[in-house]
């Protein structure tokens, strides 16, 4: 991916009616451990998530997913709220430690039939479900054993996705193997700001490696475990990286982090090897030894759809000193989760944030789209998650009112909308996230949810953004911005 252009023009929105295509999937997503609770019921044993928002000062405020919203015992009442929204999907993750504990041997009945109850209720409601089967949550017997670092898991990961496809294949069409690894390996093992809290680049380089073999791994177990119908893929949070400007050192730092934060998976993945230039500029860490012969081959299995995660833009430029903080947008850290990224500033991209810190640039999900086209030709695309989170309240009225992820959600489904008129082959939307919830180092100060949760007592309430998706999954349209919509503001 070319990466380094300056900050473009917006493109302007031609349409009225923005009318996305027939059969376009619109849905919501969440992810176990940010929901589920019920963190030692029914024989789950602890992940990496459990022991390191167990370990004090790692999490805010001390929070942790013990409860989370109890979606383990509510799940029937989400399902009841997607279906009176009128969403047609819906994207949750598997618990590997609920499935398979240890990472090792049978399956647990319990864990299984949970994701198969709520499949069948899913069905039953009209709504597709979407499974994710790792969204970080690795069993920590596996962390134990070395974890991602370590060739081995990416074996027990292909086992762990043979036994879910067994027990959910019949009911289950649409399967995302990964969620994001550049967290799971960067953030897990370079900056230490998520799970397992490690910092050492070497072992997140070779994280990111076998996190691609372990997707190889289990696209071919899931291949011929489930019937041909069945639609595999992976979801990425590509970065679109911007440079702050078009001088040499800018656009070598942004080349540089597109290396390490996308084409070290778009790499193997989608084209079957590991790009020269990232290899060139770890060279000082690392010579990749851990990458055998048929690896990259392996991992570059065929996919029905490319799963995109887009929240906001990273801008860079060349910095002249290391630096000591490095922010990913996930934390800030004295340990840096660029390995062969050294001396790059990150910059915060002007204009309105989210309660994240993060801009709000619906360009950038645009311009991702197009460049993911141009690159991977023929490649179909979905959203698997885009959203922001506010500082949401309840109103005396009993109302949630969020005008901003309204208008944070119109502008970014009207890019999806240009992006599909310029030939962009996007076949579906999942909003991040159907429920407030657990927000991995944020704990629960950050609210993400088309439907609020009040902690204390689990009750949900939709929020105006819950209602507004709702219609325009119903009607497939996006109101017309100007008009009397709660989109307008
Ligand atoms: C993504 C994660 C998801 C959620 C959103 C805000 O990186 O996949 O679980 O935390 O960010």
């Known amino acids: 991916m070319a990466t380094a252009t300056r900050r473009p023009a917006p493109e302007p929105d031609t349409t009225d009616a923005r009318t996305f295509p027939e059969g376009f999937t619109w849905g919501t997503a969440t992810a176990a451990y940010q929901i589920e609770g019920a963190a030692a019921v029914d024989g789950r044993t602890p992940s990496i998530w459990d ?44 618990s590997w430690p609920r499935i398979q504990p240890t990472g090792r041997g049978p399956a647990v009945q319990k864990g299984l039939d949970f994701y198969r109850r709520l499949a069948d209720e899913l069905l039953e409601k009209g709504i597709e479900p979407v499974a994710t089967l790792y969204h970080w949550d690795l069993p920590q017997e596996l962390e134990d054993a070395g974890g991602w670092p370590e060739r081995a898991t990416a074996d027990r990961f292909a086992e762990y996705a043979g036994l879910a496809a067994e027990a959910l294949g019949d009911r289950v069409g649409t399967w995302i193997t990964l969620n994001e690894p550049w967290c799971s390996a960067f953030l897990g093992y370079g900056s230490g700001v998520h799970a397992p809290g490690r910092t050492d680049q070497v072992a997140a380089l070779r994280a990111a490696h076998h996190l691609n073999l372990a997707h190889g791994k289990a696209v071919q177990v899931l291949r011929a475990a489930l019937p041909p119908a069945a639609r595999l893929s992976i979801t990425l949070n590509i970065h679109h990286v911007r440079a702050l400007t078009e001088q040499a050192g800018d656009l070598d730092a942004a080349r540089r982090i597109d290396a390490v934060a996308n084409r070290v998976f778009t790499g193997p993945l989608l084209g079957g090897e590991y790009p020269a230039d990232l290899l060139a500029d770890t060279a000082h860490l690392t010579d990749w030894s851990f990458v055998r012969d048929g690896d990259t081959a392996l991992a570059h299995q065929p996919l029905d759809f490319l799963g995109v995660n887009y929240y906001t833009p990273t801008l860079v430029s060349a910095a002249t000193d290391d630096g000591t903080h490095h ?30 810190g993060w801009a709000v640039d619906p360009t950038g999900l645009y311009d991702l789209l197009l460049r993911l086209h141009s690159d991977f030709p023929g490649l179909p ?47 579906g939307y999942f909003l991040w996230s159907l429920l407030d919830n657990f927000e991995w180092g944020y704990g629960y100060s950050k609210r993400f949810g088309a439907v609020y949760v009040d902690y204390p007592t689990g009750k949900r309430i939709p929020k105006s953004s819950a209602r507004w998706y709702g219609q325009v999954a119903r009607t497939g349209t996006l109101p017309v911005a100007g008009g009397s919509g709660e989109g307008t503001r």
């Open 381 to 427: 695309m979905m959203i698997t998650e885009n959203g922001a989170a506010f500082d949401d309240y309840v109103n005396p009225d009993g109302e949630v009112h969020d005008p901003d992820r309204i208008a944070y959600l119109d502008g970014h489904l009207a890019a999806v909308h240009r992006a599909i008129d310029a030939g962009v082959d996007v076949r």
């Open 51 to 94: 022991t390191y928002s167990h370990t004090p000062g790692k999490v805010k405020n001390g929070d942790t997913g013990d409860i989370a919203t109890d979606h383990y015992h509510r799940w029937r009442e989400d399902v009841a709220i997607m279906a009176d929204l009128g969403v047609g999907a819906y994207r949750f993750s598997l």
């Open 327 to 356: 922010s990913d947008g996930h934390g800030r850290s004295a340990f840096s989760p660029w390995p062969g990224g050294e001396r790059v500033a990150f910059h915060r991209p002007p204009g309105e944030t989210t309660a994240m």
